[in-house]
Each structure stands twice: as C-alpha cells, then as structure tokens.
T-cell receptor, first 117, second 112 residues
C-alpha cells in the first residue's frame, strides 16, 4: 500500500544514454515534485507540478524533462546523461501547493539511485 | 532565497542518551517539516510543525516561528535512530512560487 512509489530503484547506465524514472502516488494529491540528492546528501527541488502544470523549474538543465500524464503520475526523462547526473532522485507529493495548514505537507518516495558510468 | 541551517552537522550518541537538533531559518515560513533519512536512504516524515510543539513517542519537536528556529528532541536514543535528520521549510519565492528548502542535515550515529 505504498503512498509514493518510484521505479526503478536503481539505474546504472552509460554516459550519453537517455533514461526515464517513473513516479506514482495514490494519496489523491494535486502536487508532485522531483528532488535531487547529491553525494553530500543535499536535497534540492528540481520540478514542481500542480494539477499537471509545471510550477517550478529550478535552473535545471533542459536535458531533464518532467512529464505528468495525470495527477497521480510524474515521470522524469533525462537525455544525454552526464557523469554529474549521478545522484539519488526523489519524487514527492503534497495535497496542494503552498497555502496554510497541512495542505503543503510533502511525502517522499523511496528514491532512485542513478549511476552514470 | 530562504536559508536553512542545521546543527550540529554530526552527532554520535551512546544508546540511551538524549539529544537536541537545531534548525535555524532566515525568513517567515508556511511550513516546517522534520525528516529522518534512514541508512537505506528512505525519507520518513517525522513532524509537520510550522509552529508549536508536538510529540510522537520518544521524539518531540518545537518550532518558535517568531524567532525562526525549530528543535528536534530525541530521548532514550536507539540504534535504529541512526541516519540523517533533515529540517525543511516551505515558503513562497520572490516569483510567487512555493517550495520546500532543505537544510544540510544532522548525521546521527547511535552506538550500542
């Protein structure tokens, strides 16, 4: 009964390849996010989607393209992978974006560890 | 953007000891969450606490929003408490968008 799930859990690939990571939430939330955690464990927002619309793109290279087919899914496609893309990518969701109260409480998926060789 | 500072960066405890982790933030926030990242990498929600005090078992948290800090208390620590504790604050950016900004975390090691 996983709330936020991601596939795959591990992804090992060569430089220059294109890969996708999938995320699904069954919480009925309106907002989904992608975060990147680097080798020093620092977590930073990459994208935020509210009701399938892109809200934040935090200076992420355009090789990264999020796609939200519906409110429950947010996929991350990465073109021309580089060594520096190696990291753990987390998907998260919240009931809504901003506002007061617990509507903005975020829940995270298990992460996808991407290794680029 | 908003700055989030956590202290201490590293903490080693004997099993059974108590500890306090601190999170300072630079501006008013709508949201403050504490997370535990366990050794398997999973991010577990501990508290949603933009203000006030909450308790959950051996863990409790207090946020004093007017003074821009939050504290996480761990009592009678156990080896399963090991991992990295993150504070994250939610606020609107200058462009009007809302985002969660994470601190760099406190790495806790509890030794038997």
């Amino acid at each position: 009964d996983t709330a936020v799930s991601q596939t795959p859990k591990y992804l090992v690939t060569q430089m220059g390849n294109d890969k996708s990571i999938k995320c699904e939430q069954n919480l009925g939330h309106d907002t989904m996010y992608w975060y990147k955690q680097d080798s020093k464990k620092f977590l930073k927002i990459m994208f935020s989607y509210n009701n399938k619309e892109l809200i934040i793109n935090e200076t992420v290279p355009n090789r990264f393209s999020p796609k939200s087919p519906d409110k429950a899914h947010l996929n991350l496609h990465i073109n021309s992978l580089e060594l520096g893309d190696s990291a753990v990518y987390f998907c998260a969701s919240s009931p809504s974006l901003g506002g007061q109260g617990r509507y903005n409480e975020q829940f995270f998926g298990p992460g996808t560890r991407l290794t680029v060789l | 953007g908003i700055q989030v500072e956590q202290s201490p960066p590293d903490l080693i405890l004997q099993e059974g000891a108590n500890s306090t982790l601190r999170c300072n933030f630079s501006d008013s926030v709508n949201n403050l969450q504490w997370f535990h990242q366990n050794p398997w990498g999973q991010l577990i929600n501990l508290f949603y606490i933009p203000s006030g005090t909450k308790q959950n078992g051996r863990l409790s948290a207090t946020t004093v929003a007017t003074e821009r800090y939050s504290l996480l208390y761990i009592s009678s620590s156990q080896t399963t408490d090991s991992g990295v504790y993150f504070c994250a604050v939610g606020a609107y950016s200058g462009a009007g968008s809302y985002q969660l900004t994470f601190g760099k975390g406190t790495k806790l090691s509890v030794i038997p």
